[in-house]
C-alpha cells in the first residue's frame, strides 16, 4: 500500500509595502544657467502617456462598506472537544484511560437572520459543545446540523429572538482574477479582523495527488489561524467563499490563501436544509487537463479543455451524444481549461440538472446537453472510507456479484491506498451494495471493533480489524 502524506496548513497572510521616494537635485549658479536639450530618440515601441495625478484603480476602491456590510455577520466559533491524554504510569498501573478537554476556535459566517451559519468541517470536527460569540459579544450554544469532510463545509444554527445581520450569496462564477476581496473573520482571537487582496486564481486544486479534486478560489488576502470558516466578500459585501486553508511548508502565511467558493458551498448547506445530507452528482466521465505536449499526442489542434479519455458506465454522459477523444472547453457558457474547473462546477449542480457542454469533436465546436447523474458515492466516517456500488464491468474484474467500491480512504486510513478493493462483508454480513453497509453501521457504537472482509482484483481476500470511530 502506498502512503500519501499531505500538507495543508492555516496561517498568516502578510504583506511588506516598500515606500520608495526621489530627490530631484537642482545646482543654481547665480550668474550664469545653461540648458542642455537631450536629443529626442523614437522608441520602435507604441508609448502610451500616464497620467499621475488621477485616480487609480487601488485608490478608487472603497472597501468601507463591503466591510460594514460583513463584519457584524461574521462569528467567533469555540470547539470544545474530549481527547485522550497522554498516559502517566499510574494509569497504566489502575487500566484507565485519561480524557482531556481541548478547544479548537475558528470562524464562521451567518447566512440567514434566523442564525443559520456557515463553517469549514475542519473547524467543528469532534466537537462535544459549539459555542458562537457575534460581533456585539453575545455567546449561544451552537447545534450542528451538517458536515462535509470532502468539501470541508459544515452548517450549524442558534436560536434568537432577533433577526440577525447575514452575509448574502454573490456568484463566485462571476469572480474574476485581479478582483479585489475582504477575509472577514477571527485570526488569533482577535475578533472581527478585516483585510484586503485581490483574486491571484481560480479552481486550484492544492493536492493533485489524491482523489479528493479541490476547485479554491486564491487570494493574497491576509489569512491566520483562526480565520478558517470565515468570509470571502467582494467589494460589495457578497460572500465569494468560505476562507479555509493555505498551503505552506512552515505553517506560516507565505502569501497565498484559499477559499471553497460560495457557489459549491451555497449547494452543500442547501442540502443539508433540505434533505439532511449532501446530494453528490457527476458527468461520468475521466480524462485529464490538455497541454502543449499531450495535445499533439492526442492529434489535437486545442491546447485548453477537458480531454474525455473515458465515459463512465450508466452516466449521464453514457446517456448523451459525448464521446470519448472529445474536449469539453465549456459548461453552461463558463470556461473549463483544466479538470478541478470542472470538478468544481459539477459539485454546484444536484442530480437532474442539465448542463450545456462546448466540446471540441475532429476541430468542430458543438454543444452537447448532459444530464448529471447521481454519484453513488458515500463517504461514511465511521470506518473511514468512501465507497460506491459496483459496475457491471467491476463485476466482472474482481469476479463477484455484488459488493461495493472502496474509491478513497479517509483519516487515519487515508495513509493505505484501497482502491483496488472492494468491500464484500462486515461482520457475519455479506455486503451487496451500500445500503447494507449503512444498514450494518446503523446499530453499531463508538468504539466497538468491527471484522471486515475485502477482495481485490486478483482474487486476494484479505480481513482487517476495526474500532468505530
Given amino acids: ?40 530618440v523614437e522608441s520602435p515601441l507604441p508609448v502610451t502617456p500616464v497620467s499621475y495625478t488621477g485616480n487609480t484603480s487601488i485608490a478608487g476602491v472603497d472597501f468601507t462598506e463591503a466591510a460594514e456590510k460583513t463584519v457584524h455577520s461574521v462569528v467567533h466559533v469555540i470547539n470544545k472537544t474530549v481527547a485522550r491524554a497522554p498516559m502517566s504510569m499510574a494509569d497504566v498501573w489502575a487500566g484507565r484511560t485519561p480524557y482531556r478537554e481541548a478547544i479548537g476556535t475558528g470562524s464562521g459566517v451567518i447566512i440567514t437572520p434566523d442564525g443559520y451559519i456557515i463553517t469549514n468541517n475542519h473547524v467543528i470536527k469532534n466537537s462535544n459543545h459549539l459555542q458562537v460569540t457575534l460581533n456585539n459579544n453575545q455567546s449561544y450554544k451552537a447545534e450542528l446540523i451538517g458536515a462535509d469532510e470532502e468539501s470541508d463545509i459544515a452548517l450549524i444554527k442558534i436560536e434568537t429572538d432577533e ?30 479582523t478585516v483585510t484586503a487582496g485581490i483574486i491571484s486564481a481560480k479552481g486550484r486544486d492544492l493536492e493533485s495527488r489524491d482523489q479528493n479534486i479541490q476547485s479554491f478560489i486564491q487570494t493574497d488576502a491576509a489569512v491566520n489561524p ?46 443539508f436544509m433540505e434533505f439532511g445530507f449532501v446530494q453528490k452528482g457527476m458527468l461520468g466521465i475521466r480524462g485529464t487537463d490538455l497541454n502543449g ?82 454519484n453513488n458515492t458515500v463517504t461514511i466516517p465511521q470506518i473511514e472510507m468512501e465507497l460506491r456500488n459496483l459496475t457491471s464491468e467491476e463485476k466482472k ?52 471493533t468491527l471484522l471486515i472482509q475485502m477482495k481485490n482484483s486478483r482474487g486476494e481476500i484479505e480481513r482487517f480489524r476495526y474500532t468505530v470511530n
Wanted: glycine fraction near 10%; aromatic fraction near 6%.
Fill in 163 to 192: 433577526d440577525l445581520p447575514f452575509v448574502p450569496f454573490g456568484d463566485s462564477n462571476n469572480a474574476k482574477i485581479g478582483e479585489w476581496v475582504l477575509a472577514v473573520g477571527n485570526p488569533f482571537n482577535l475578533t472581527s
Fill in 397 to 448: 474484474v474482481f469476479n463477484v456479484k455484488e459488493g461495493v467500491k472502496i474509491t478513497k480512504t479517509i483519516g487515519k486510513l487515508s495513509r493505505y491506498n484501497l482502491s483496488d478493493y472492494i468491500v464484500t462483508k462486515v461482520n457475519d454480513t455479506d455486503v451487496a451494495d451500500i445500503d447494507d453497509i449503512q444498514a450494518v453501521l446503523r446499530d453499531v457504537v463508538p468504539n466497538e
Fill in 1 to 40: 500500500m502506498k502512503t500519501f502524506i499531505k500538507s495543508l496548513g492555516m496561517a498568516i497572510l502578510g504583506g511588506i509595502v516598500a515606500l520608495g521616494g526621489y530627490q530631484l537635485v537642482q545646482n543654481e549658479d547665480s550668474s550664469n544657467h545653461i540648458i542642455t536639450q537631450p536629443a529626442v
Fill in 293 to 374: 505536449t499531450n495535445s499533439k499526442e492526442f492529434g489535437l489542434n486545442s491546447t485548453e479543455g477537458i480531454y474525455v479519455a473515458e465515459i463512465v458506465e450508466d452516466s449521464g454522459a453514457a446517456k448523451s451524444d459525448l464521446r470519448k477523444g472529445d474536449v469539453i472547453t465549456s459548461l453552461d457558457g463558463v470556461k473549463i481549461s483544466k479538470f478541478s474547473e470542472l470538478s468544481g462546477y459539477i459539485k454546484t449542480k444536484n442530480p437532474g440538472d442539465i448542463v450545456n457542454a462546448e466540446v471540441i469533436r475532429k476541430n468542430n465546436l458543438i454543444n452537447i446537453p448532459i444530464t448529471i447523474s447521481r
Fill in 226 to 271: 483562526g480565520n478558517s470558516g470565515g468570509a470571502l466578500v467582494n467589494t460589495r459585501g457578497e460572500l465569494i467563499g468560505i476562507n479555509t486553508a493555505i498551503k505552506s511548508q512552515t505553517g506560516s502565511y507565505i502569501g497565498y490563501s484559499f477559499a471553497v467558493p460560495s457557489n459549491n458551498a451555497r449547494k452543500i448547506i442547501e442540502d
